[in-house]
């Protein structure tokens, strides 16, 4: 099973709106609407922030957004913050009954 | 609240054993499987597999059969991962994580440090 394709880092300015892909395939994207994205600070553990392509756990600022169209997921965060300034990571339900993640892309807010 | 809590930092020697708890408190231990995943030093998370609290049946990602082992202690609400004959670049966080929906983690335990040294 290969890994999830993110872009490695991504930058936008405070304020302003940015959306990281995550490619995948018909095997474990594409196939199956359980997509989900995690926020991790350095020295901590990966919170989840998007499950299942576009629902927000209870406390996630409703500045996070996901979606899917085919093999992509896509994350949107809008109104950019520094505290967003994290690393972020996709995974995805398989069709070997596992979980494939992403490489994980770091966020830096300028 | 829901929280897994993991045991504390471990430094091994090369070909040593190691084995990380991961103890769940806060909800029904049985009914969502607990995954497993590691993080080497600056890098990204590598998906591990996961173990069905139903059944205590386990699942391994590629890349982890023979030399790694999940396992249950239903009885105090707690999983392990066992790792055999260590090498250096098992040297990782370690993490636990409860299954709500279909690949869904949450919440993370705190993660547990394994060095292995030569």
């Known amino acids: 099973q290969s890994a999830l394709s993110q872009p490695a880092s991504v930058s936008t300015s405070p304020g302003q709106s940015i959306t990281i892909s995550c490619t995948g395939t018909s095997s474990d994207v594409g196939g199956y609407n359980f997509v989900s994205w995690y926020q991790q600070y350095p020295g901590k553990a990966p919170k989840l922030i998007i499950s299942?392509?576009?629902n927000r756990p209870s406390g996630v600022s409703n500045r996070f957004s996901g979606s899917k169209s085919g093999n992509t997921a896509s994350l949107t965060i809008s109104g950019l913050q520094a505290e967003d300034e994290a690393d972020y990571y996709c995974s995805s339900h398989t069709s070997s009954n596992t979980l494939v993640f992403g490489g994980g892309t770091k966020l830096t807010v300028l | 609240q829901v929280q897994l809590v993991q045991s504390g930092s471990e430094l091994k020697k090369s070909g040593a054993s190691v084995k990380v708890s991961c103890k769940a408190s806060?909800?029904?231990?049985?009914?969502?499987?607990i995954n497993w995943l590691r993080q080497a030093p600056g890098q990204g998370l590598e998906y591990m597999g996961w173990i069905n609290t139903n059944t205590g049946n386990p699942t391994y990602a590629q890349g982890f059969t023979g030399r790694f082992v999940f396992s249950l202690d239903t009885s105090v609400n707690t999983a392990y991962l066992q790792i055999s004959s260590l090498k250096a670049e098992d040297s990782a966080v370690y993490y636990c994580?409860?299954?709500?929906?279909?690949?869904?983690?949450?919440?993370w335990g705190q993660g547990a440090l394994v060095t292995v040294s030569s």
């Open positions: 994580a409860r299954d709500v929906n279909f690949g869904s983690l949450d919440p």
């Open positions: 299942d392509v576009s």
């Open positions: 806060g909800y029904t231990f049985i009914g969502n499987s």
